[in-house]
């Protein structure tokens, strides 16, 4: 049976499981906005902004381990999607971004809203597709769907000029074959795993450094059809028949139990003092799904001097792209744990290391001045912790000093549970994020935790928020301040603040009202539990409004270019 | 470590683009590009293949290896200058124009070189010239002062020695 463009497009993204969509249209894309109308099972999420809905799609995508869809029109449209596709691809999120394009016969004449998104789009997607007649389209989508989720995941562009979706064709059912050029290497070789069982057996003091691979492998499995392989199950077991210490990235926050005595804490610019000592002083550190990425290693040349690394990665490009490892094994993060566990890892005693770790880690660098007077933004998220740590609670963050608080003090204990930018930093990506969280499913508590700089760079979703009815949580520490890059102004600029402090302010308890958001306002330590109860009893949408402190830092901290062994601690010393 | 030139044989599919994502690629990362061949060699499979040169440490290559299997229509990649040896190819045009009297040094040259003449009038002359780019390098510099006007090179062809293949 002939379809229309359109018709197939719906009926692709249903035989893939598709059941939401965050888009805004446009002229070029309505024959597909026409053909929504009569479906009742896709939900169609309209945003405010076209960042917002790319942003939206990767809350999703990260917190549910589907596949994110964007649907916008051509030019501008398509253009605002740019930094979100660029923020997926940073931290290999699967998003798939429909953009309208004008007709076929017009591509290239620069016509009203043609923009040449494959040209804009081509280094920050995995790929991108313009497609050139409508018998090619559902093929196209199915295999953009695999290329998206299989191997290291990504966004995928495809590019639909309007004539593709007003012509007709037969409709081409989803199949599984084998792609002729795309053939992601999942299951790892054996020899490698038995050269790493031999560094894992000579080794005194290791540690696992393990990034959103992990995450990645438990969500998509590399791509594996009905594969059972759970990486964080297998890890934990990993670590537990090993007693290894182990330390993750900033976005595998949540792929290990953040109360389980063998972590150490984030590793990196603002990790632990204990995390980065052991991967400056370990023996052997066996890297699982990161990508030794500058925020990580800093100075590459002082980056863990003495000891031997495995890095194990999904994507053969990592490895020794920016350290030198002694065993590199391309496979999928679980895969390789599996192996390693079947194979039988030989373990020494780290009662030694153990002993130096514990000394590492009884500097309590996370420690704080508590004050009476002023709110202290590390009280905040250890008070949020405290409050939410019995719920199943899904917490979404911009980008920043709060960012960087909620991954030290907020102790992630589950999977897919922790929305943030890690990659590109991408400020504004916190509130569309959290709203994609939600939309997945309007039963979770999901918190966003915000700064007051990153909240208003896509105030504007909270359109999407009144619409949509979700009961959003969002807490604002608010210095007044771009906090992180005034950090780096006190720090290294002799606390010349250049253009960052946000000296008008609008009124946020007014901004919440005027999207019939409740807002709650707290300035007084002594009242701060209180009020966050208050906050996140409220049935709808709330926002709480903290005045923190506008001098706290974010400690420890790696200067950039320096070494892990010379972080500063703030006045703690 | 030892920065050299190296050849990179690429299989794509010779679909839209693929081009614009192995040489964006390039551009993208800083890595320089010295060479660029690409043709159709396959028209059924509809199958093409690029041949770059650059140079780095083998480090640098490994890597730039790696970040071109990643690009999805790309079938294979090879690093033609790790053992053995690839054979490399290049093919070169050279439009002399000179007084009658130096005409027959040219030819003379074009006759050691097995330069072919393609295009003769009276004031010019046109040759054709295959060989490794260092045999071509040395026919222009001799040519240089027998009134060399205009070159045009098609860029390396590689195959790697043996029965080794892509």
């Known amino acids: 049976m002939l379809l229309k463009g359109a018709e197939i497009f719906i009926k692709a993204l249903k035989e893939q499981g598709v059941d939401t969509i965050f888009g805004y249209p446009g002229a070029v894309i309505l024959p597909i906005y026409d053909e929504l109308l009569k479906d009742d099972e896709l939900k169609h999420i309209l945003v405010r902004q076209e960042s917002g809905a790319v942003h939206a799609a990767e809350g999703y995508a990260k917190s549910t381990g589907k596949v994110g869809v964007v649907l916008v029109t051509s030019g501008p449209g398509a253009t605002n999607t740019v930094t979100g596709i660029t923020d997926a691809m940073m931290d290999s999120i699967p998003v798939i971004c429909f953009s309208g394009q004008v007709a076929s016969n017009l591509i290239g004449n620069d016509a009203f809203q043609e923009a040449d998104m494959i040209g804009i789009t081509r280094p920050s997607t995995k790929h991108s597709y313009l497609i050139k007649d409508t018998k090619d389209l559902a093929r196209i989508i199915h295999e953009a769907f695999y290329v998206a989720t299989t191997g290291r995941p990504g966004p995928v562009l495809i590019d639909l000029p309007k004539d593709v979706l007003t012509g007709v064709a037969e409709y081409t059912p989803k199949i599984d074959i084998k792609h002729k050029t795309y053939n992601p290497k999942i299951i790892p070789d054996v020899d490698k795993i038995d050269e790493a069982i031999q560094l894992i057996k000579e080794a005194k003091a290791p540690i696992i450094y393990c990034g959103g691979g992990v995450l990645n492998s438990y969500a998509f499995k590399g791509g594996l059809k009905n594969s059972k392989t759970d990486s964080v199950e297998l890890l934990k077991e990993f670590v537990k028949i090993t007693n290894m210490p182990i330390t993750l990235t900033l976005p595998a926050l949540g792929c290990f139990d953040g109360e389980d005595e063998h972590f150490l804490g984030m590793c990196g610019m603002h990790g632990t003092y204990e995390a980065n000592m052991a991967m400056h002083g370990c023996d052997l550190m066996i890297c699982l799904g990161a990508r030794f990425d500058d925020r990580v290693t800093s100075n590459i040349k002082g980056f863990s001097p003495n000891s031997k690394k495995i890095h194990i990665d999904i994507d053969k490009s990592s490895i020794n792209k920016n350290i030198m490892v002694d065993v590199g094994i391309v496979g999928d993060a679980g895969e390789v744990l599996k192996e390693l566990i079947k194979t039988g890892v030989k373990v020494n005693d780290y009662s030694d290391w153990w002993k130096r770790i514990e000394t590492w880690r009884s500097m309590n660098c996370l420690r704080y001045k508590d004050s009476d007077e002023i709110i202290k933004p590390q009280k905040v998220i250890e008070t949020l912790y405290e409050l939410t740590k019995d719920k199943d609670t899904y917490i979404a963050t911009e980008v920043g000093q709060h960012q960087m608080w909620t991954a030290q003090y907020y102790k992630f204990r589950k999977p897919l549970h922790f929305m943030t930018s890690c990659g590109l930093g991408t400020m504004g990506y916190g509130l569309p994020s959290s709203i994609g969280t939600l939309i997945a499913d309007r039963t979770r508590t999901v918190i966003l935790v915000a700064g007051d700089s990153s909240f208003q760079m896509n105030i504007q979703e909270l359109g999407t928020v009144l619409q949509e009815q979700i009961p959003l949580k969002m807490i604002i520490l608010n210095n007044h301040f771009m906090g992180m890059v005034k950090q780096h102004q006190d720090l290294f600029y002799q606390k010349r603040h250049a253009s960052t402090k946000m000296d008008a302010q609008p009124d946020l308890m007014k901004i919440a009202d005027a999207y019939n958001i409740k807002a709650l306002s707290v300035k007084n330590p002594l009242e701060l539990k209180d009020k966050m109860k208050e906050w996140l009893n409220h049935d709808g949408a709330t926002l709480l409004n903290v005045m923190i402190d506008e001098n706290e830092h974010v400690y420890p901290m790696i200067p950039a270019g320096q070494s892990h062994n010379t972080m500063l601690l703030g006045g703690l010393k | ?166």
């Not at chain 2, 002359?125 to 026919?139: E, L, M, Y």
């Open chain 2, 1 to 166: 470590m030892e920065i050299k030139s190296h050849t990179i044989s690429i299989l794509v599919d010779n679909e839209a683009g693929v081009l614009g994502r192995v040489v964006g690629l390039f551009s993208g990362r800083g890595y320089n590009i010295e060479n660029l061949t690409v043709a159709v060699i396959d028209k059924e499979k509809g199958l093409s293949r690029i041949t770059i040169s650059t140079t780095g440490t083998d480090i640098i290559v490994e890597q730039i290896v790696a970040q071109i299997e990643r690009i999805v229509p790309v079938h294979r990649v090879l690093n033609m200058t790790v053992n053995p040896p690839s054979v490399e190819r290049e093919i070169a045009l050279i439009k002399i124009i000179c007084e009658p009297r130096l005409r027959n040094d040219a030819l003379q040259i074009a006759n050691a070189f097995r330069a072919d003449k393609v295009d003769i009038t009276n004031e010019s002359c046109v040759f054709q010239v295959v060989g490794k780019p260092s045999k071509i390098d040395t026919f222009v510099e001799l040519m240089k002062p027998l009134g060399l006007a205009e070159i045009d090179r098609s860029g390396l062809v590689a195959l790697s020695r043996g029965t080794k293949v892509i």
